[in-house]
């Protein structure tokens, strides 16, 4: 029995003009594989970006621990350097930053994986042949530039990098095309095989849990966390959508 | 100036969505001079239109003054049409403050006069109040343009977008001044300004100067400007459809006029652009354009 | 007496600290109600025993400089300069501090921060002569004299037969005397500044600079440089260096001339790094011939008020002009720079890309100037400008003028300003930045463009007969982590030159003197009412 990494106990949380989450609660243990569905808008990312730390959202209810710490009221980098992950959707661009700086500055302030620029130059390159990502990328301006797809292949570059204990991926899968889509599951899946991460899927089309193993399925709809299954939830959802969910929040009050 | 203005003050009642554009008409002929006061209340709509026509006469300057007051939640639209005659001198102004959630838009068409001054100053003083300002202009042959914009943004979140596109032909002389100025206090203020000119002649005088003072951090401030003749390229796209160089000028100049009819919103603005079309465009594609907008032939005569 | 001081000296030209030491006579001079009086400038001309022109020139300078009126209303505010006491600028409370002690307390903290060794210090407090240094430039002029190329000081070069009418054909034609009023003043009480003179054809393979022959010849404030590159030639010069110099009289009104021939090149690199109290007024002006191109990389961190404005005129067919700027500004600081392009050849073409930064209550006003003349067929000028705001007590103004003349020129501009997005914080921290860290790292990557270009390092001494090698790595003040090396683009590899820039990234994360403090109240600012600091409009 692997133990219980994250949990997220009856958390709500929203804007300052809205609220967003109610009442949401799961766990993930270490080397798990979840996936979070929901329609559009339902407050997956919101989620995402709440267990991250995301200063834009207030918690307003509810609490969350991560690897027996809570980090309700924890910074966003503190987060980071516990081992929290998140990939964007849309990574910034950060101008007149290198990517090849930016990557070696993360690693280095991390004292597990603080080596010799050698050593790191090689660790670089071999992830970058992984992904298929040409070393010109690493003289480029952090994100500046870079199609929808290369910027998540950046971000699955770092992810095979720090080799966080949790990874959230932010509709990782949206908007790239087949080939991108092939190495971005590539990706994943060395992450989770040389890290034995614990791994949060956040999409609403399930292409990208084809070739994963997911040990468990959750729906949100309308920032309620409505379901939750193992992997056979998701030959539903692909089979009926979220039609159901959907009916039952708006059906019964909340 | 010939003669002293009339004054004229109007008030939209709160809530009132007012459908009758208030017209300012002017004739620039007749050195015509007004003065018009727009209060417009809280949550009420109104439409201001400015129309000046006709010829210029000998020493003679044609003038109109619009204020607009524009209280919360109010959204005004502003159309001013420029629209004198080649040897006409004109002096057009606006002065507009808006409240919280107040919602200004303007378009302003210079399409004609020998010398025109256009001055032009907005406060978004309310949170939130939004500014979108629209100009396009014409300096013909020998003509001189001399624009100033300004906004101030004092309310937090405040908008405004202020874009400008134009024609000089031969010998023309423009100033265009724009200034957006974030004042300190205006958080999440967001100001653009651009401007695009097409020099179309020799011996043109184009200044420009886009200015954006900042005092302020979380804002955002952009302008950017274009300023140039048409490009090869684009001359060679024009020219594999037909279009010789100088027609592609005066494809956008029409362009220009067709886009001065369309937002005009009554008879007289309308007539001003097509008086004026004819005059820069000829006769037959002026009606031209006003056949492909589907004016008809009573509107077009009752000038 | 040191042993330093006992090495031979007799090379160099002493440092004439008794320039500015004369007696004012105050008869019939009621009108010069400042002081500056024809025989002060009579006096300068005497010392420095300059031909007959010159002195005419300063002369008539004096009274042009009487005559003009300070721009009103124009520019960041001068008032702090005594100009009914203009002479107290030139007489004996000008020259730099005799003694170490004299130096003031924040300039000495100053140097000790940005790790200026003890024997560079009291050189750029003006205090001692750098003798090593003096070694240095005169080396340099050796090995650059065998390729025919003349690099030493307008005073010298109008005591040597061969270059006194070189000079006297160039000087003072570019910049005006009536250009403005301290133009004026420059023009009478003018001293020290470059003579370099690039033959046909040359191309000289490190850069000169500057900062060697500075203590050589006295006070900076009012230099003329004058450079010449003759057609086909090519130069790299250096002007300034980024630890602060200290003045007690706080007005430097500086010129530069450049006179670039055809198919020629000249790279321009500044520093202007003058200490806190200056009003820094320098005017430099470029002629390029045809086929030529001008380089302008200019950073501006200090002074109490600076009026910068480096001018191109591009002249000749086919020239074409380059300038890349940085201006930082922080508190007591009001930078009003920029720069001015002047196309009137066909063909010619002008980038301008600046990036400002405000902190503070600094105050940046970027002025620039793109005019365009009526024969300048096909000119092509883009103008990119970027100012960051890192705080809300700050200012940033962006005033860009384009008169454009010709039909078949094209102009692009474009300028944003706007503060660091909470939404880059937050990326760089989820991957574990501190947002100190972040806001740097965001910091360095926009000035990145235009600082990698600067000659930030300063060179010192060699005992191996180099003209440049850097032990020291100044940071420039207000900012931070700046121990992530620039390495300034000399053409020739620097023998230090380590293979890759991205390697040393890794010393963002050390923590340096004075890390920038985050705003008021700490990130993120939002804007709705709960959390807003600011009372609405």
């Given amino acids: 029995m692997s133990d219980t990494l994250l949990t997220i106990d009856g958390l709500s949380a929203g804007t300052e003009d809205k609220p967003i989450l109610h009442n949401v609660s799961l766990s993930v243990s270490s080397g798990e594989t979840h996936v979070l569905m929901g329609p559009n808008g339902a407050g997956k990312s919101t989620l995402g970006h709440v267990i991250m730390g995301d200063p834009a959202y207030q918690v307003s209810g509810g609490s969350i621990y991560f690897d027996g710490q809570d980090i309700t009221e924890l910074a966003p980098d503190k987060r980071s350097l516990a081992g929290i992950f998140l990939s964007y959707q ?72 720090l080799r966080p204990k949790l990874a959230i991926l932010d509709e990782t899968d949206s908007g790239l095309d087949v080939d991108a889509l092939s190495i971005v599951s590539r990706g994943i899946e060395a992450y989770r095989k040389d890290c034995d991460g614990a791994l949060i899927v956040i999409t609403h089309n399930t292409r990208i849990l084809e070739r994963l193993d997911v040990d468990r399925a959750h729906v949100m709809v309308h920032g309620h966390l409505v379901a939750d299954g193992p992997a056979s939830l998701i030959d539903e959802i692909d089979a009926e959508g979220f039609g159901r969910f959907e009916a039952a929040i708006e059906g019964g009050a909340q | 100036m010939a003669s002293s203005g009339d004054s004229r003050y109007l008030e939209v009642k709160a809530g009132v969505k007012r459908e009758e554009p ?89 399409l004609g006069g020998a010398k025109v001054a256009v001055g032009f100053a907005t406060n978004l003083a309310g949170t939130s109040a939004r500014l979108n300002l629209d100009m396009r202009y014409l300096v013909d042959e020998g003509a001189t343009l001399d624009v100033n914009h300004v906004c101030r943004q004092r309310g937090r979140v405040t908008r405004s977008q202020i874009t400008t596109s134009g024609i000089l032909k031969e010998h023309a002389k423009k100033t265009m001044r724009e200034t957006i100025d974030l004042i300190h206090g205006a958080k999440g203020a967001v100001g653009n300004e651009i401007e695009t000119v097409l020099i179309a002649g020799d011996h043109v005088v184009n200044k420009t100067l886009p200015v954006i003072l900042c005092d302020e951090d979380d804002v955002q401030g952009n302008h950017g400007a274009s300023i140039g003749s048409v490009s090869p390229e684009q001359l060679a796209y024009l020219a594999d459809r037909g279009i010789s160089g100088e027609e592609a000028t005066a494809l956008f100049a029409r362009a220009i006029f067709d886009d001065a009819v369309i937002h005009a919103p009554e008879a007289s603005s309308r007539a001003a652009a097509l008086s004026r079309a004819e005059e820069f465009l000829g006769a037959e594609m002026a009606r031209d354009v006003a056949e492909g907008l589907g004016l008809t032939e009573s509107e077009e005569s009752a000038r | 007496m040191s042993e330093t001081t006992e090495r031979k000296r007799s090379e160099v030209a002493d440092v004439d600290r008794s320039l500015y030491d004369f007696v004012m006579s105050e008869e019939g001079y009621e009108r010069y109600a400042d002081g500056l009086t024809p025989d002060i400038v009579r006096a300068i001309s005497e010392k420095k025993d300059e031909p007959a022109w010159m002195l005419e020139m300063r002369l008539k300078a004096l009274d042009v400089f009487h005559e003009m009126r300070m721009a009103d209303n124009w520019g960041p505010d001068t008032s702090g300069l005594d100009m009914d006491h203009i002479s107290t600028y030139v007489s004996p409370k000008t020259k730099q501090a005799r003694d170490w002690d004299d130096v003031p307390e924040d300039i000495k903290t100053t140097f000790e921060r940005l790790g200026i060794p003890e024997a560079e210090r009291e050189s750029l407090a003006g205090v001692g002569a750098q003798y090593d240094s003096e070694i240095v430039y005169h080396n340099m002029r050796e090995e650059v004299a065998e390729q025919g190329v003349i690099y030493t000081t307008i005073e010298d070069a109008l005591h040597d037969p061969q270059w006194e009418p070189v000079v006297h054909q160039y000087f003072g034609k570019l910049i005006p005397m009536r250009d403005h009023k ?142 890349t700027g940085i201006t930082f500004a922080g508190a007591t600081q009001d930078l009003d720079t920029g720069c001015k392009v002047i196309l009137n050849g066909a063909d010619t073409t002008a980038s301008v890309d600046t990036k400002s930064i405000s902190k503070d209550g600094g105050v940046n006003t970027f002025r620039s100037s793109v005019v365009i003349g009526a024969k300048a067929e096909r000119a092509r000028a883009t103008v990119s400008c970027s100012s960051l705001m890192l705080d809300d007590i700050s200012r940033s103004d962006t005033i860009p003028a384009m008169d454009v003349r010709c039909g078949s020129a094209s102009v692009g501009h474009e300028a944003t300003i706007g503060r660091i997005s909470d939404d880059t914080i937050l990326y760089l921290m989820s991957r574990g930045c501190s947002e100190a860290e972040a806001r740097t790292m965001v910091v360095n990557g926009f000035a990145n463009p235009v600082s990698k270009e600067l000659p930030l390092e300063y060179a010192v001494i060699s005992r191996r007969r180099r003209f440049r090698t850097s032990t020291c790595r100044p940071r ?3 900012t931070t982590c700046a121990s992530t090396r620039f390495p300034s683009r000399s053409r020739r590899p620097s023998p230090k030159a380590r293979s890759s820039r991205a390697c040393r990234a890794s010393s963002t994360r050390s923590r340096p003197a004075s890390a920038p403090k985050p705003p008021h109240g700490s990130w993120p600012r939002r804007v709705t009412p709960a959390t807003s600091r600011s009372r609405p409009a």
């Avoid at chain 2, 017209?23 to 109104?46: F, M, N, P």
């Avoid at chain 2, 001013?80 to 068409?109: F, K, M, P, T, W």
């Avoid at chain 3, 003759?230 to 630890?243: N, T």
Wanted: charged share 20%.
């Fill in chain 1, 90 to 161: 849309a990574p910034v661009e950060v101008p007149g930053v290198p990517l090849y700086s930016f990557l070696r500055t993360i690693c280095q302030m991390r004292p597990e994986l603080k080596t010799t620029a050698r050593k790191f130059r090689q660790r670089v390159n071999e992830i970058c042949e992984q992904l298929s990502l040409p070393d010109s990328f690493l003289t480029r301006e952090l994100n500046v530039g870079f199609s929808g797809g290369e910027k998540k292949k950046i971000e699955m570059l770092q992810l095979l990098l």
């Fill in chain 2, 22 to 110: 208030i017209v300012v008409d002017i004739d620039a002929s007749a050195g015509e001079a007004k003065d018009t006061g727009v209060l417009v209340r809280e949550g009420a709509e109104a439409t201001v239109v400015v129309a000046v026509h006709g010829a210029g006469a000998e020493d003679t300057t044609s003038a109109s003054l619009v204020r607009i007051i524009a209280e919360r939640g109010a959204k005004v639209s502003l159309v001013e049409i420029v629209a004198a005659g080649s040897d006409a001198r004109h002096l057009e102004g606006v002065g507009i403050d808006a409240a919280e959630n107040a919602v200004v838009e303007c378009r302003q068409y210079a």
């Fill in chain 3, 182 to 323: 301290f133009a004026a003043l420059h023009y009478a009480v003018w001293s020290g500044g470059s003579f370099v003179y690039v033959p046909e054809g040359v191309t000289l393979s490190y850069p000169l600079q500057s900062y060697f022959r500075l203590n050589a010849s006295g006070a900076g404030q009012f230099e003329h440089t004058l450079i010449i590159v003759e057609p086909g030639a090519d130069l790299h010069f250096i002007e300034g260096c980024s630890a602060p110099k200290y003045y007690e009289a706080n007005l430097h009104a500086g010129a530069v001339e450049l006179y670039v021939k055809d198919h020629a090149r000249l790279r321009y690199s500044t520093i202007e790094n003058w200490s806190k109290n200056m009003y820094n007024l320098n005017t430099k002006r470029a002629t390029v011939g045809a086929d030529s191109r001008m380089e302008w990389v200019s950073g501006s961190f200090g002074s109490h008020v600076s009026y910068l404005y480096p001018t191109t005129i591009l002249q000749g067919a086919r020239s074409t002009c380059e300038f």
């Fill in chain 3, 476 to 478: 420039r003040p207000g």
